[in-house]
């Protein structure tokens, strides 16, 4: 499924299953409240810290799966067309940084 498909699919839910979208900021502070999931997940598994007991059964990837949702309704709701902004993105990313990765020392 690509972006444009995506962001229908979450206005259809929305629509179907929801009363209406959160607002902008409530939508903001939600964001920011899956992101820290997904922080204490990867410190906890792949960094330095020790993983408690009841984060062993944490789905990395359904947390993923919550920011990317809250960030599809923020496009909706804010009227960007997501998959174009993301192309536009990685097209500019190609350009700037198409040999600086190859030549970066700590890379390699």
């Known amino acids: 499924?690509?972006?444009?498909?995506?962001?229908?699919?979450?206005?259809?839910w929305i629509k179907?299953?929801?009363?209406?979208?959160?607002n902008?900021?409530?939508?903001m502070a939600q964001?920011?409240?899956e992101v820290g999931e997904v922080a204490r997940i990867i410190a906890r598994r792949y960094?330095?810290?020790?993983?408690?007991?009841?984060?062993?059964?944490?789905?990395?990837g359904e947390e993923l799966a919550?920011?990317?949702f809250v960030v599809l309704c923020l496009a909706n709701q804010t009227g960007i067309d997501l998959q174009e902004?993301?192309?536009?993105?990685?097209?500019?990313k190609t350009k700037r940084d198409h040999d600086r990765h190859h030549n970066n020392e700590k890379l390699k």
């Open 1 to 12: 499924m690509d972006i444009k498909n995506a962001q229908t699919e979450v206005d259809n």
């Open 16 to 22: 179907e299953h929801g009363v209406r979208y959160f």
């Open 24 to 27: 902008e900021l409530t939508n």
């Open 31 to 33: 964001l920011t409240e």
């Open 47 to 60: 960094g330095e810290q020790s993983e408690k007991e009841s984060d062993k059964n944490k789905d990395l």
């Open 66 to 68: 919550d920011v990317m």
């Open 85 to 92: 902004a993301f192309d536009k993105k990685l097209d500019k």
